[in-house]
């Protein structure tokens, strides 16, 4: 998965006939994150307003062009761990501010993923991304 870029993953989306073929590589993508490791499942960690129970451990790292955010992340069902690599792909990784000025509604758009998922999993996606810029925005500078 490391060397997957989000382009790439767009491009194997084009590929893929129908969503039943696409959820299955949303799930095979699922499988090959590496699992959170127990003691960082934490209520720090938990994300709130998911439906599954999911981790989102993010920290900073300096880098040369100021902060960038990495996070590992963890769920209970299949399809969330999915969208959990899906967003690492997109976003760990990058400069602070980038995640923050990111239109991610829209990224995610090219691979159409918001009209196929249930409300309750699109919220939970939502939650996700908050998480995620929240912690990009606190650690701009």
Not at 35 to 53: I, Y
Request: charged letters at 35%.
């Amino acid at each position: 998965m490391a060397d997957l870029s989000y382009d790439d993953l767009v491009e194997n989306f084009e590929i893929l006939d129908d969503w039943e073929e696409r959820y299955r590589y949303v799930i095979e993508l699922g499988k090959a994150l590496p699992p959170l490791d127990e003691a960082r499942k934490t209520d720090a960690t938990k994300v709130d307003g998911c439906v599954s129970r999911v981790w989102i451990d993010d920290r900073s790292v300096e880098g040369e062009d100021g902060k960038r955010i990495e996070f590992d992340g963890d769920s209970d069902a299949h399809i969330v761990r999915g969208l959990i690599a899906i967003l690492h792909t997109m976003l760990s990784g990058k400069p602070a501010r980038e995640i923050v000025e990111k239109d991610i509604v829209a990224e995610l758009q090219r691979i159409d993923l918001a009209a196929h998922l249930s409300p309750q999993r699109s919220n939970g996606l939502g939650a996700m991304i908050e998480r995620i810029k929240g912690f990009a925005a606190e650690n701009m500078n």
